[in-house]
């Protein structure tokens, strides 16, 4: 099974300043169609998860453009270019290449300090 | 709109059975494959299982395979768990959820929690 490292695990975040959450894999994420498929998730507390980024970098429709998605092969980055409160939450990878399974990152829990 | 609606978790004592269900609204529930994820108390998500768009597939995480059985009846656009068998470590909040490029679904979750 494909093993998904993100880090860090806690992330302290100030309003308005930028924040990274790395993700990494155990093996290369790219696909036979040359595709890599690579999710970020957001979990708000008390609320299912919502898919952020599709395809390291594709941002789903309603996401702020705040949010970007970036990467190749085994080392992949979300970014939030100006945090704002409402982005507290647990963030995770997923991929979608080597299946099954599917599997997570352990989640990056972003908090306000 | 597109919505996942979820019912059919509860408390149970281990070794008994429980199926979950997830109706499907507001898009073409026979186009997509959907799967099983779960998220223990505390902890993260963890696939479980996923079934293709016609039923032609299915696939299982190795902690639930030969216990838990996916289905589908695109006819009522609804999705299956059937648990069997379940163990304390099947604790958890269960989503169904559609991974698809530019279409993303969860359902509210519901709560399967394993307890003699």
């Known amino acids: 099974d494909v093993v998904m490292t993100q880090s860090p695990l806690s992330l302290p975040v100030t309003v308005g300043q930028p924040a990274s959450i790395s993700c990494r894999s155990s093996?290369?994420?790219?696909?036979?169609?040359?595709?890599?498929?690579l999710n970020w998730y957001q979990q708000r507390p008390g609320q299912s998860p919502r898919r952020l980024i599709y395809?390291?970098?594709n941002r789903d429709s309603g996401v702020p453009d705040r949010f970007s998605g970036s990467g190749s092969g085994t080392d992949f980055t979300l970014k939030i270019s100006r945090v704002e409160a409402e982005d507290v939450g647990v963030y995770y990878c997923?991929?979608?290449?080597?299946?099954?399974?599917?599997?997570f990152g352990q989640g990056t829990k972003v908090e306000i300090k | 709109q597109a919505q996942l609606v979820q019912s059919g978790g509860g408390v149970v004592q281990p070794g008994r059975s429980l199926r979950l269900s997830c109706a499907a609204s507001?898009?073409?529930?026979?186009?997509?494959?959907i799967h099983w994820v779960r998220q223990a108390p505390g902890k993260g998500l963890q696939w479980v299982a996923v079934?293709?768009?016609?039923?032609?597939?299915?696939f299982y995480a190795d902690s639930v395979k030969g216990r838990f059985t996916i289905s589908r009846d695109n006819s009522k656009n609804t999705l299956y768990l059937q648990m069997n068998n379940l163990r304390a470590e099947d604790t958890a909040l269960y989503y169904c959820?559609?991974?698809?490029?530019?279409?993303?679904?969860w359902g509210q979750g519901t709560v399967v929690a394993v307890s003699s």
């Open positions: 959820v559609i991974i698809h490029d530019g279409f993303d679904l």
């Open positions: 507001g898009f073409t529930f026979s186009s997509f494959g």
């Open positions: 079934i293709w768009y016609d039923g032609s597939n299915k």
């Open positions: 093996q290369s994420l790219v696909y036979s169609d040359g595709n890599t498929y």
């Open positions: 395809k390291v970098s």
């Open positions: 997923m991929q979608g290449t080597h299946w099954p399974p599917w599997t």
